[in-house]
């Protein structure tokens, strides 16, 4: 048996975030990762000049950890932005409408991109408009309003259309999730807070984009490397002693501390002051019952999605649409299609195919399709092939096919999400050395989940220097 001042469990991106903050302080750490791979989520595969990302394709400038973090990296100037134009299109009817420039989330910041809204009727367009007189909810209007769905929220501003051919395909469809189900709260709060300080979300659109003329924006919110996005993670690992990187090692229970005893499913024990569980809440939860069966329960509670991606190159002259853009999603209501969303990636990104042929790839799965991760591989391709084909114009065979499995990836931070993670946080409050951190607890994206993995290692890290 080791011991250990902390152990990190969990080698994707929130777990190195945390290594990274307590290599930085100098305090003795090993990360315990159970596949033979770091990084978790984001993973590159590199195939006969294709440059594949598995997962993630994108850091978000938005939030600025995750690009933070590359700039101490020294991995700045690798950042690329995305290609122009940088149009995306929601499926209507079996075709193809690109969202207006200026758009959030198709939320047009003006009435002249409201105008120019050709997804919607003309009456959803009205509808959409009024959302400029829409009173906000009186309850949105205190301090802690009461909690909404995406898809409450989106009809009492923005009315039917826009629930289902906006806030559906894109904001729930982002985190493969059900509309009617997922918090606005937990996961939009930037459209709460629109409403409540300026009555309206557009008006309140309008103004950041009037007041920001030189946001990052302006190259397209999105980041990533030439190299694919395992370039972060990577670098991380190279950053951090390598005999405090341990791979293929499997904790399968956690006992109460400090010092808690970490056993693993390959043998070699592990006790450690302090833990930081970096993990997936299914992952999460039996480690946590070891310490304490409420936390155990309330960690189990959280529901997930599943995805796959189905990842297709094709000669450029077997496709007749122009890609002139980033991909397209496609909305619940629309009928005849499986795929939820498409990514061109050879338009999205610079670099990511041999010249004269395109990469695309398509999502399958979520809660809409909760079973696809149960069809073979050749079901998966034939399916994303068949409505590619059908949008697109696709001609002939693809010079590469790969399907990218992802169970239980998506956490839902469903309505009451809020209301379980604050009583988490009583429980870990009471529970000293102990810290989750991970995209279904602190936030589902990179940028959060690098934001949560360092402020639980300088937690710990000034615990062991107080301690000592
Ligand atoms: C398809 C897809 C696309 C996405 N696209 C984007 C995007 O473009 N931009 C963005 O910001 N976010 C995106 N996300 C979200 C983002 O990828 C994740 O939120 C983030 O990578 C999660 O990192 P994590 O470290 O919390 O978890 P993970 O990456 O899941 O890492 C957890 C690690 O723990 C290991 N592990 C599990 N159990 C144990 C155990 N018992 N003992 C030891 N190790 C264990 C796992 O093997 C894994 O390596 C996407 C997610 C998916 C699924």
Redesign the pocket.
């Known amino acids: 048996m080791s011991h250990v001042a902390v152990a990190v469990?969990?080698?994707?991106?929130?777990?190195?975030a945390a290594a990274y903050e307590l290599h930085r302080r100098k305090t003795p750490f090993v990360l315990?990762?159970?596949?033979d791979?770091?990084?978790?989520?984001?993973r590159t595969d590199r195939i006969g000049g294709f440059t594949i990302d598995a997962?993630?394709?994108?850091?978000?400038t938005q939030k600025p950890a995750?690009i933070a973090l590359c700039e101490e990296l020294g991995l700045a100037g690798r950042l690329i932005p995305t290609r122009v134009p940088r149009t995306a299109y929601v499926v209507r009817d079996g075709a193809l409408h690109p969202l207006p420039g200026g758009s959030v989330f198709g939320i047009p910041a003006g009435l002249g991109s409201l105008a120019a809204h050709r997804l919607l009727s003309r009456r959803g367009r009205l509808r959409l408009g009024l959302e400029l007189l829409t009173p906000p909810k009186r309850s949105h209007q205190q301090r802690e309003p009461e909690e909404e769905t995406i898809g409450a929220f989106f009809r009492r501003r923005f009315g039917t259309e826009a629930t289902e051919y906006l806030a559906e395909p894109l904001l729930a469809g982002i985190h493969s999730g059900d509309v009617e189900r997922l918090s606005m709260h937990a996961l939009f709060p930037r459209f709460i807070e629109a409403e409540r300080k300026h009555g309206s979300v557009i008006r309140a659109f309008r103004r950041t984009a009037a007041a920001r003329p030189d946001a990052p924006e302006h190259q397209g919110p999105f980041r990533s490397f030439a190299e694919g996005l395992d370039t972060l993670p990577r670098s991380l690992a190279a950053h951090l002693p390598a005999d405090a990187l341990r791979q293929g090692?499997?904790?399968?229970r956690l006992t109460a501390g400090p010092p808690y005893a970490l056993k693993t499913a390959q043998g070699p024990r592990v006790t450690a002051d302090h833990v930081i569980c970096?993990?997936?809440a299914h992952?999460t939860a039996p480690?946590a019952a070891g310490v304490d069966d409420r936390l155990g329960r309330l960690c189990a509670g959280f529901s997930d999605t599943s995805?796959a991606?189905v990842v297709l190159a094709f000669p450029r002259a077997a496709v007749a649409h122009p890609l002139r853009g980033s991909g397209f999603v496609v909305p619940r209501v629309e009928p005849g299609l499986s795929i939820a969303a498409a990514t061109w990636i050879s338009s999205k990104w610079p670099g990511r195919a041999p010249d004269g042929h395109v990469l695309l790839r398509g999502?399958l799965g979520g809660t809409r399709r909760p079973d696809a991760l149960a069809e073979p591989d050749a079901n998966l391709i034939d399916t994303v092939r068949g409505d590619l084909t059908r949008l697109l114009g696709i001609h002939g065979e693809p010079v590469l096919a790969r399907v990218y499995r992802?169970p239980r990836?998506?956490p839902q931070l469903n309505v009451g999400h809020p209301a379980r993670l604050a009583e988490i946080d009583s429980l870990l409050a009471r529970t000293p050395g102990l810290q989750i951190?991970?995209?279904a607890f602190r936030g589902?994206?990179?940028?959060d989940?690098v934001a949560a993995?360092r402020a639980a290692g300088r937690a710990a890290a000034d615990a062991v220097r107080s301690a000592a």
């Open positions: 469990v969990g080698g994707g991106i929130s777990g190195l315990l990762e159970k596949s791979r770091l990084g978790g989520m984001i997962g993630p394709d994108s850091l978000v995750a090692i499997e904790v399968t970096a993990l997936p992952a480690l995805v991606i999502f992802w990836a998506n951190v991970g995209a589902v994206g990179i940028a989940c993995g």
